[in-house]
């Protein structure tokens, strides 16, 4: 088994699984899926066994990075594939010289999971796409 997770600018790749697992399996507006930030963020792809089965992004805002769209389709779920998405997000977060925090919108059923990473929950629950989510921070060493 091997999982691998790399920085990429095969950005259709990405998309192609952002649109399984966000429009057809979650039923997220596709108007909303894709939007501009998609061309200045650090997109990652993640492979199981050679096959692309997982993506996210990295945006950056001052000492803030980031962490958004992320995903992993069914096949490469339970794998550690979403925790490797994660912690390569959080290493190009430390990359960069003034970054001092990562912040993700959580959904609300997968809190737990981020929590596992080090992430913090706080605010409200607020919708987004339909879906509830919760704004979660990493404070970086």
């Keep these: 088994m091997t999982i691998k997770v790399e920085m990429t600018d095969d950005r259709d790749s990405c998309f192609a699984l952002r649109h399984t697992v966000f429009v057809e399996e979650q039923g997220v507006p596709i108007e909303e899926e894709i939007d501009i930030m ?13 096959v692309a089965v997982g993506t996210a992004r990295v ?3 001052g000492e803030t990075a980031k962490i958004g769209r992320v995903c992993v389709v069914p096949e490469g779920r339970g794998t550690g594939m979403g925790a490797a998405l994660i912690k390569q997000g959080i290493e190009i977060a430390k990359g960069q010289p003034n970054v001092t925090r990562v912040k993700l919108a959580a959904q609300v059923n997968a809190l737990g999971f981020y929590e596992k990473l080090g992430f ?4 409200a629950v607020f919708d987004d796409a339909g879906i509830d989510h919760r704004d979660m921070v990493l404070t970086l060493a």
């Design 59 to 61: 945006l950056f805002d």
């Design 120 to 123: 913090e929950a706080y605010g």
């Design 38 to 50: 998609d061309e200045v963020a650090t997109h990652m792809l993640a492979t199981f066994n050679g």
